[in-house]
């Protein structure tokens, strides 16, 4: 079965600062989302990419996905305190299907 | 627009005893899926429907069920409660079951005593 591992599993960084959180696969990554969830609420839907070499951006917050469709990452750049939460990432099992399989999330904490 | 809505947001409940947790999608929205949610991990896929019809199934015990009305609004039902059963679940709606962004509600918080 499918794993998601991310990196680092928490983040502590200086408001202002630019971060990166990374999303590795244990098998080929058919569509991949990124959530951000405040403790213990919802998930909010950032961006969802599908195609290898993929590249989204959203104000501060871009996120690609590699060529060998096995990893992703999420960069936040000038990191804000509205960006602390808990970034999560999610693959489908496999093309063409939503059961998602999540992350364990990386807990993101912006120091003022 | 609404977003997808989930009812209760939170309840307690004792072992053995049942629940039944309700979602309803975005507008327009035709698949349902439901997540559980353990404290410090991801989420894990328990079902989907689309069209009320089963599209998938986790690995979860047949103490879950669900079903989706033609409303397109979903119901998860959870018998013989146990401990291990308190968690976040969480509702997703998309507009199809393969395709597309998935959005999820805020979720019915289960406390199982």
């Known amino acids: 079965s499918q794993e998601l591992e991310q990196s680092p599993q928490s983040l502590i960084v200086q408001e202002g600062k630019n971060l990166t959180i990374n999303c590795t696969s244990s098998?080929?990554?058919?569509?991949l989302y990124w959530y951000k969830q405040k403790y213990g609420e919802g998930l909010i839907f950032l961006m969802m990419?599908?195609?290898?070499?993929e590249e989204k951006s959203h104000e501060k917050i871009t996120a690609k996905l590699d060529e060998k469709k096995q990893q992703s990452s999420l960069h936040i750049t000038a990191s804000q305190p509205s960006h602390a939460g808990i970034y999560l990432c999610?693959?489908?099992?496999?093309?063409?299907?939503?059961?998602?399989?999540f992350g364990q999330g990386t807990r993101l904490t912006i120091n003022p | 627009d609404a977003g997808v809505t989930q009812s209760p947001t939170h309840l307690i409940k004792t072992r053995g005893q049942q629940v039944t947790l309700r979602c309803s999608p975005i507008?327009?929205?035709?698949?349902v899926s439901w997540y559980q949610q353990v404290l410090g991990q991801g989420p894990q896929f328990i079902f989907q429907?689309?069209?009320?019809?089963?599209?998938g199934r986790g690995n979860f015990p047949d103490r879950f069920s669900a079903r989706q009305f033609p409303n397109y609004s979903s119901e998860l039902n959870v018998n013989a409660l146990l401990l291990g059963d308190s968690a976040l679940y969480l509702c997703?709606?998309?507009?199809?079951?393969?395709?597309?962004?998935?959005?999820f509600g805020e979720g019915s918080r289960l406390t199982v005593l």
């Open positions: 429907y689309y069209e009320k019809e089963e599209r």
């Open positions: 507008s327009g929205h035709k698949s």
């Open positions: 997703a709606s998309s507009y199809t079951p393969g395709t597309g962004e998935l959005f």
């Open positions: 999610g693959a489908a099992a496999f093309q063409g299907a939503q059961k998602l399989v």
């Open positions: 990419l599908q195609k290898g070499g």
């Open positions: 098998k080929t990554l058919y569509g």
